[in-house]
């Protein structure tokens, strides 16, 4: 048996680039509007390929969303280790403000737009991304926790309800992205969020 087949055949694609091509077809047209035939025309390989190396359609939006967790949203992991509740929340709302509207990439937030209109058959899709968009929350939460027993928040501050509030406020930014406002007018909301920022 030659060494080939002991192998496998090697992919003709580079897989990586292939799932950046298939994030960006997600953020850009949602779970349910993105088809198959927009998928592998993006990411330039047969629909064969795609199942054998990223299985089927809902599983490729897991590893889509786990790439855009890590890259274009990466900025909500950082926010956390800024030293103060006060810059956690700063960074983690112009990091929004940013990433929505980056011009290389497109308007929005993969987490929040995904999957908004789902079918049943969407389903899975929309309850993942409930979860992402809870697990962010808790994220803050915990960090709001720890800001009360360092006295950086107030002994009588809700973590929860301050985490519920600027999830709010970091989602509301990515639809009005969605909508068309500009990074400056974006940032301007941050401003006055700020300004409001009184635990």
Known sequence: MSSSRVMGRPRGFDTDEALERAMRVFWEQGYEGASLTDLTGAMGITKTSMYAAFGNKEQLFRKALDRYTEGPSAYAFRALEEPTARGVVEALLRG????????????????????????????????????????????????????????????????RQLARYVMTVAFGLAVQAAGGLSHDQLDEIVDTTLRAWNP
């Open 96 to 159: 929004s403000a940013r990433t929505t509207t980056e011009p290389k990439t497109f308007s929005g937030c993969l987490g929040v737009q995904g999957a908004l209109a789902s079918s049943e058959a969407s389903r899975p899709a929309h309850d993942l991304l409930v979860d992402w968009r809870n697990d962010g929350v808790l994220r803050l939460e915990e960090r709001f926790r720890r800001a009360v027993d360092e006295d950086d928040l107030p002994s009588g501050a809700d973590p």
